[in-house]
Structure formats: structure tokens, C-alpha cells
């Protein structure tokens, strides 16, 4: 099974439902290259419940736009099965049913499929077409474990540590095309972003698992980035000696102060003069804060 074809066949327009079912069900079966589809049109029929005649004819169809060729001929209680293989180039090259381009397979193609690496190919019996004899399933290439090539990043270079947090997400094609585009963390130091406090967890988070699709550009990270950016910001700044004052924090205050530094609707009279006091003593909010809301501050009573 390669996850990768068809995860680009789902996002390809084929032309028909019964083509598109017919050509998931042999990316479903095929190695990471395209090749070593082998299963009857009588199978393939009855696990789509189609008629055998439609299998027929969507294979034929598939084989005459380029998107799949015969590949050899494999012994069976019945004859023999006749051996496809995709073209993954002309797979990509279809429409995108998303409007975008997807080049999913970016990463395989540039490590070699197992026919261009060498492997082992031999000619069946009465076969017109060599065989690949490499079981079509087999992982050839393992995109489990990171890359660990490459120079050592700088500490001073605020793209070397962005690369340095990123996880398998950026993998080594994203690495190589996302550096182009350094002038993106230049624009966000130059808005005022922290790199340690916002755009570094940022892309930690965004990228702890293999994607699909490779990012190419820092622009990706730019709307969570200026939201974490955001978020931190209203974070309230507690006047100093609060703390040492032994200023009160119970839950209804954490409450009350959330609902006040939140952009949420809050209405003026939700807050009881006694809470608007407790939360301005515990250093919780501001009077500005309050302010936005409509909420009425009061005069505040002196501490004996």
C-alpha cells in the first residue's frame, strides 16, 4: 500500500466516480514507486461492487490518458493476471480538486523509486514486460526518522533557530525551499513578535508530525504566529507588590478577570462593585480593561 499515491489521487480529478474508486483501490495496492498491481478485475469488482465490465472499462480509460500502464503478466489458478503500475508524473499532473497544486510524492521522487535504485527485477515465465519482484508494499523508504544532516545552526541567526525547533513537519524538501524566504521572521521581528515567546512555540507546535503536503514558505506559521503574539499580550500585567500584598486569587476572581481581559461580550452590569474592586486589588485587570467593557469602576476605599 502507498499512502502517498493515493493520498495525491484523492486530491486529483479523474474524470468519473467509478475511474477515480477504480484507481484508489490500485493506488491501495501499489508500491511507493507506482508498480506491482496485480489484482484481478474480478476482485477488484466485487470489493467495489462493480460490475466486471465497468472495471474493464475504467482501466481502459486509465491506461489510454497515461495514468496507468501494463507492466507484465503473473501466473494464476486461471491464467494469468495481468501486472499494472501507475504513472505517478501524470497523476500529479492532473487537475487539483482543491484548487491548488499538491505535490505529495516530492519527497519519494527525490530519494529514487526501487527500479531506478537497482533492485532486483526479473521476467516471468511468457512475460512481454519484466516484473518487479520486490513485494509492492515494502517501505523503501523509511520517513519515520528526521534527517540529521546538515550544517549546525547559530544561536544568533533567528531562521537557524526557527529550523533548529521545527519537528519532522519540515521535512528536508520544506528545509531546503523554506529558507528562501527568511525576509517573512525578518517581518515579524520587525511587528514586534518575540521569537522566544511567540514565533518558536509556534512552529514547535505546528510541526511535531510528517505532513503530506511540505511547507515552503515561513509565511505558513504567519496567522498563528501574530495570534499567539496577540494572546500573549492581553495576558494582564499585575501591579508591583501584589503578589507581596497577599492580594487574593480565588477561582470566581480568575473567573470575573478572564471574562475582563477576553474580547467576549461582557455586559456592564455582569460585576458587582465589591468584585471590581477585588480584582483591581489583586492586580488582576485594569481600570483600561474595564473601561472597554462599559463596566463602571468605583471609588476605590482606603486601606487602613
Request: glycine share 6%; charged share 20%.
Amino acid at each position: 500500500m502507498s499512502n502517498l499515491i493515493s493520498a495525491s489521487v484523492q486530491r486529483r480529478v479523474v474524470g468519473s466516480a467509478t475511474r477515480k474508486s477504480v484507481l484508489l483501490y490500485m493506488a491501495d495496492k501499489a508500491a511507493d514507486d507506482g508498480s506491482g498491481i496485480w489484482t484481478s478485475k474480478s476482485n477488484i469488482a466485487r470489493d467495489l461492487e462493480l460490475s466486471r465490465r465497468a472495471v474493464q472499462l475504467a482501466i481502459q480509460d486509465l491506461i489510454r490518458d497515461g495514468l496507468v500502464t501494463e507492466t507484465g503478466q503473473r501466473d494464476c489458478k486461471h491464467g494469468f493476471t495481468v501486472e499494472y503500475s501507475i504513472v505517478i508524473e501524470a497523476v500529479d499532473n492532473l487537475t487539483s480538486t482543491r484548487g491548488q497544486p499538491v505535490d505529495n510524492l516530492a519527497a519519494t521522487r527525490e530519494q529514487g523509486s526501487p527500479r531506478e535504485s537497482g533492485a532486483r527485477v526479473t521476467r516471468e515465465r511468457g512475460s512481454p514486460h519484466p516484473v518487479n519482484q520486490i513485494h509492492p508494499n515494502h517501505p523503501y523508504i523509511d520517513t519515520t526518522t528526521p534527517t540529521t544532516d546538515g550544517p549546525p545552526v547559530g544561536n544568533s541567526d533567528p531562521q537557524a533557530r526557527c529550523l533548529a525547533v521545527a519537528g519532522p513537519g519540515l521535512c528536508p524538501a520544506s528545509r531546503t525551499a523554506i529558507t528562501a524566504t527568511a525576509e517573512v521572521i525578518e517581518g515579524w521581528l520587525r511587528e514586534g513578535i518575540d521569537l522566544d515567546a511567540d514565533i518558536l512555540p509556534v512552529i514547535r507546535a505546528r510541526t511535531p508530525t510528517i505532513r503530506i503536503s511540505p511547507i515552503r514558505t515561513w509565511a505558513y506559521f504567519s496567522d498563528a504566529v501574530r495570534a499567539a503574539h496577540r494572546q500573549r499580550l492581553r495576558q494582564p500585567i499585575r501591579p508591583r507588590g501584589a503578589e507581596k500584598a497577599g492580594a487574593p486569587a480565588n477561582p470566581q476572581l480568575r473567573f470575573f478577570a478572564d471574562w475582563v481581559n477576553s474580547d467576549r461580550y461582557l455586559p456592564a452590569n455582569a460585576i458587582s462593585n465589591a468584585i471590581v474592586q477585588a480584582l483591581l486589588v489583586a492586580g488582576l485587570t485594569t481600570t483600561e480593561r474595564l473601561a472597554q467593557h462599559g463596566v463602571p469602576v468605583p471609588a476605590m476605599k482606603e486601606q487602613p
